[in-house]
């Protein structure tokens, strides 16, 4: 199988701490895509990693890319309630171009 | 910001009727997707369109299942004769052509919720 697998399966943090999810996928990739689903709404982008690229940054995201591991994780610094969600990685493969899917972790901020 | 936007939100049908599920696309994106998810599981991969055509598919998207642009603007998935198990929500995705060398992202609507009695 070729799917993503996003670890944990859920989380629950205090409002204010970082919070840590990871990804693990089997095939060869162009790059990967995390996207953030709220309860019974669509699917938001949140961030793009090439497979040359390591690390990327956007706003409190931090995303790492190991092709050598197959792996990348998602940071999020400094969470707030609204940062309560379930987060999806999604490799894009490069034979063709279509996106892998896991289950997604399921965050819960803590106020 | 353009987003993509998806009709009905919720759709309730006998099994064995037809459904139209419908999308409007970003305008000037060139890459149309459809995807399901049932109820709290991952996020599946139905099929991929793009110059009018049928890109991708996959096992999910059988001879029940087709796809259309029947405009510049909508693009739309119908379900021939429903299963139980067609019940999900399905997100349609639109993504804008690609330069050399550069990746652009998905977009995706809310969904449409369908419910098969």
């Known amino acids: 199988s070729q799917q993503g697998e996003e670890d944990p399966q859920a989380l629950s943090i205090q409002e204010g701490e970082n919070a840590t999810m990871n990804c693990s996928y089997k095939t060869s990739i162009n790059n990967l895509q995390w996207y953030r689903q709220n309860s019974g709404r669509g699917l938001v982008h949140l961030i793009l990693i090439r497979s040359n690229e390591r690390e990327k940054h956007s706003g409190r995201l931090r995303v790492t890319l190991d092709t050598s591991k197959k792996s990348s994780s998602l940071l999020i610094t400094a969470s707030r309630a609204a940062d309560t969600a379930s987060y999806f990685c999604?490799?894009?493969?490069?034979?063709?171009?279509?996106?892998?899917w896991g289950a997604g972790t399921k965050l819960i901020i803590k106020p | 910001e353009p987003e993509v936007t998806q009709t009905p939100s919720h759709q309730v049908t006998q099994m064995g009727q037809e459904v139209i599920l419908r999308c409007v696309p970003i305008s000037n994106h060139l890459y149309f997707y459809w995807y399901r998810q049932i109820l709290g599981q991952k996020v599946e991969f139905l099929v991929s369109f793009y110059n009018n055509e049928i890109s991708e598919k996959s096992e999910i998207f059988d001879d029940q299942f087709s796809v259309e642009r029947p405009d510049g603007s909508n693009f739309t998935l119908k379900i021939r004769s429903t299963k139980l198990e067609d019940s999900a929500m399905y997100f349609c995705a639109s993504k804008a052509g690609t330069g050399t060398g550069y990746v652009q992202p998905q977009h995706f609507g809310d969904g449409t919720r369908l419910s098969i009695l």
């Open positions: 999604a490799p894009q493969t490069d034979s063709n171009y279509q996106l892998i």
